[in-house]
């Protein structure tokens, strides 16, 4: 899978997304802090991961900044986009299941490397819920 990596500094976990996701396999393109030609405020890096996914550039991203939040409503003005803020495994298990989200926000603050680990795993384990009413509510987002 091509996943787009935005950061706004390389504290915390930002490089160890990066690397993780290769070390998994992945081919990763990085933005923000984690691109030497690029702007690293968070709004920039997140719209620019953000509209990686939009345009088909990447399948997924993660991006990423001091509390995640920032970082998670700057890609979320990108139309199409439904990241999420995960803190732990079972938000991000629920994101892919219930929202379909396709882009994964974390904080460079709270999330260790182990906690890091669990949420990759859960988040590219995840599948979208097939359910009638979870489909509903995806598809219901394009009309907000």
């Given at each position: 899978?091509?996943i787009?990596?935005?950061?706004d500094?390389?504290?915390?976990?930002?490089?160890?997304?990066?690397s993780?996701?290769?070390?998994?396999?992945?081919?990763?393109?990085?933005?923000?802090?984690?691109?030497?030609?690029?702007?690293?405020?968070?709004a920039?890096?997140?719209?620019?991961?953000?509209r990686?996914?939009?345009?088909g550039?990447?399948?997924?991203?993660?991006?990423?900044?001091?509390?995640?939040?920032?970082?998670?409503?700057?890609?979320?003005?990108v139309p199409?986009?439904?990241?999420?803020?995960?803190?732990?495994?079972?938000?991000?298990?629920?994101?892919?299941?219930?929202?379909?989200?396709?882009?994964?926000?974390?904080?460079?603050?709270?999330?260790?490397?182990?906690?890091?680990?669990?949420?990759?795993?859960a988040?590219l384990?995840?599948?979208p819920?097939?359910d009638?009413a979870?489909?509903?509510?995806?598809?219901?987002?394009?009309?907000?």
């Amino acid at each position: 899978m091509r996943i787009s990596v935005a950061a706004d500094s390389t504290d915390g976990v930002a490089e160890r997304v990066v690397s993780e996701l290769r070390r998994r396999g992945h081919e990763v393109v990085t933005h923000g802090a984690l691109s030497e030609e690029e702007r690293d405020d968070w709004a920039w890096a997140s719209e620019l991961a953000a509209r990686d996914v939009r345009e088909g550039r990447a399948d997924q991203a993660v991006v990423c900044c001091w509390t995640g939040t920032g970082a998670s409503i700057a890609a979320n003005k990108v139309p199409g986009i439904r990241a999420a803020l995960c803190v732990d495994a079972y938000t991000a298990d629920g994101a892919r299941k219930w929202n379909d989200a396709n882009v994964l926000a974390l904080s460079l603050r709270l999330t260790s490397e182990v906690v890091l680990d669990e949420i990759l795993d859960a988040w590219l384990a995840g599948r979208p819920s097939a359910d009638s009413a979870d489909v509903a509510n995806i598809s219901h987002l394009d009309e907000i």
